[in-house]
């Protein structure tokens, strides 16, 4: 059994900062790939930032360039999201990826969802 467990969202006024985490436990093999997707109300879910755990190769949604830093700790299982220049619409609920290996074939795991709301 695989867990994933966010912390770090809340209320933040626009342009402040938030810092993500996400930590896997469980009988866990390897871990691929680890990331960031969000989704506002209305809208579908959507990726907003991946890196491997692997040479730490990075993607970013262009709505967050520049702002978010997505880095990870291969040893804690934790990916972190550090979230600046926060806008209104980066509103959303944000939910952790993973990519990895247990007894099974490598699966895609999600957390339970960490809600993020930016004033104006």
């Known amino acids: 059994q695989v867990q994933l467990v966010e912390s770090g969202g809340g209320l933040v006024q626009a342009g402040g900062s938030l810092r993500l985490s996400c930590a896997a436990s469980?009988?866990?093999?390897?871990?691929?790939?680890m990331g960031w997707y969000r989704q506002a109300p209305g809208k579908q879910r959507e990726l907003v930032a991946l890196?491997?755990?692997?040479?730490?190769?990075?993607r970013y949604a262009d709505s967050v360039k520049g702002r978010f830093t997505i880095s990870r700790d291969n040893a804690k299982n934790t990916v972190y999201l550090q979230m600046n220049s926060l806008k209104p619409e980066d509103t959303a609920v944000y939910y952790c990826?993973?990519?990895?290996?247990?007894?099974?074939?490598?699966?895609?795991?999600w957390g339970q969802g960490t809600q993020v709301t930016v004033s104006s």
């Open positions: 469980g009988s866990i093999f390897s871990i691929n790939v």
């Open positions: 890196i491997t755990t692997s040479g730490g190769s990075t």
């Open positions: 990826y993973m990519h990895l290996s247990t007894v099974r074939p490598p699966y895609e795991y």
